[in-house]
């Protein structure tokens, strides 16, 4: 108190100001910008200089080439954002919400299906059995099951067939080997992007969509990823390296299984969708304490983790 804190020379990228508690602040502008700060006290001859802190501007991460793209701070449909908490929350069972979020089937926008906190609750015993999925003549042109049916907002089981895909795809052959969905079905129409619905507690300002299989490849390569164990464990992302800050947290938030709808390995693994496709699979990201596949294919009935990210 009563001491007027300034940068040292050279340093004018950044603000420093006192609060109304007269605590001095940093105020970050550039995203990613790793910046370290000390306290240097002079009173008369002496000199104190505190040890060094890290602090990161906005949740993302580096992609190739130095490029910056922006990271929800949580998964899509959890209620926490705040990093810390996210840390030390308790989970009050595998179906908890709040850090672990939603499970998506892939392709399917939010309609309910997603909803972790139903448990098996809600699943769709019909298509269990059957070769093919929904079919066509209880989608939309977006490929999304019509309201007015029984099974929208449903999980859809899948038991049996060759792609155990949720849906059955316009002209598929007898065996049901068609090697992707129809363009206007993917999560790169925004009709269906899960990450552009209005009522998603996504921060506002950003245009929000799931990820590529090539930028969950390039945060794996180029941003240090440390594996945290707590309540919830997952990985930290650094942007500047293990001794930096975290810029957002991946928790081990497991996936919904497609015969049965239960959940699997919450706590031990996580599993990102992707907007890619390969085949009659899709892309996600793959995570152990051990190992971290941001290749890793998946049947599109499986319900998986989405963080949605924004240029």
């Known amino acids: 108190p009563?001491?007027?804190?300034v940068l040292l020379n050279g340093e004018t990228s950044d603000t420093?100001?006192?609060?109304?508690?007269?605590?001095?602040?940093?105020?970050?502008?550039?995203?990613?910008?790793?910046?370290?700060?000390?306290?240097?006290?002079?009173?008369?001859s002496q000199t104190a200089v505190?040890?060094?802190?890290?602090?990161?501007?906005?949740?993302?991460?580096?992609?190739?080439?130095g490029k910056w793209i922006n990271i929800a701070p949580a998964n899509l449909g959890a209620t926490e954002s705040n990093l810390a908490d996210q840390l030390n929350?308790?989970?009050?069972?595998?179906?908890?919400?709040?850090?672990?979020g939603d499970w998506y089937q892939w392709g399917r926008k939010k309609d309910g299906h997603?909803?972790?906190?139903?448990?098996?609750?809600?699943t769709e015993q019909f298509y269990k059995d059957s070769v093919f999925g929904v079919p066509v003549d209880s989608l939309d042109v977006n490929g999304q099951i019509q309201e007015d049916k029984t099974i929208y907002g449903k999980f859809i089981q899948r038991a049996s067939g060759t792609t155990f895909d949720w849906r059955d795809y316009p002209d598929a052959d007898p065996n049901n080997t068609i090697t992707s969905p129809a363009d206007a079905w993917t999560w790169a129409?925004?009709?269906?992007?899960?990450?552009?619905?209005?009522?998603?507690?996504?921060?506002?300002?950003?245009a929000w969509r799931v990820p590529s299989q090539s930028e969950w490849t390039q945060i794996y390569q180029n941003n240090t990823w440390v594996w945290h164990v707590g309540n919830i464990n997952g990985y930290e992302i650094k942007p500047g390296g293990a001794a930096r800050p975290t810029s957002f947290f991946l928790p081990t938030a497991?996936?919904?299984h497609r015969n049965g709808g239960n959940?699997?390995?919450?706590?031990?693994?996580?599993?990102?969708?992707?907007?890619?496709?390969?085949?009659?699979?899709?892309?996600?990201l793959y995570f152990l304490a051990d190992a971290i596949a941001p290749t890793s294919t998946y049947t599109r009935s499986f319900g998986m983790s989405v963080r949605c990210v924004a240029d």
């Open 2 to 5: 009563g001491v007027s804190p």
């Open 16 to 44: 420093l100001f006192i609060d109304s508690n007269k605590f001095a602040l940093l105020g970050l502008t550039v995203p990613g910008k790793v910046s370290e700060f000390f306290c240097l006290v002079r009173n008369g």
């Open 50 to 65: 505190s040890g060094s802190g890290y602090a990161v501007y906005g949740s993302g991460a580096w992609l190739a080439n």
């Open 89 to 100: 929350h308790i989970p009050s069972s595998a179906y908890d919400k709040t850090v672990y």
């Open 114 to 122: 997603e909803n972790r906190a139903i448990e098996a609750v809600g």
């Open 189 to 206: 129409d925004a009709t269906n992007d899960p990450c552009k619905d209005p009522t998603s507690s996504l921060p506002s300002g950003f």
């Open 254 to 256: 497991g996936h919904r």
């Open 263 to 284: 959940e699997v390995s919450v706590g031990s693994l996580g599993c990102y969708w992707s907007s890619t496709v390969t085949k009659t699979v899709s892309y996600n």
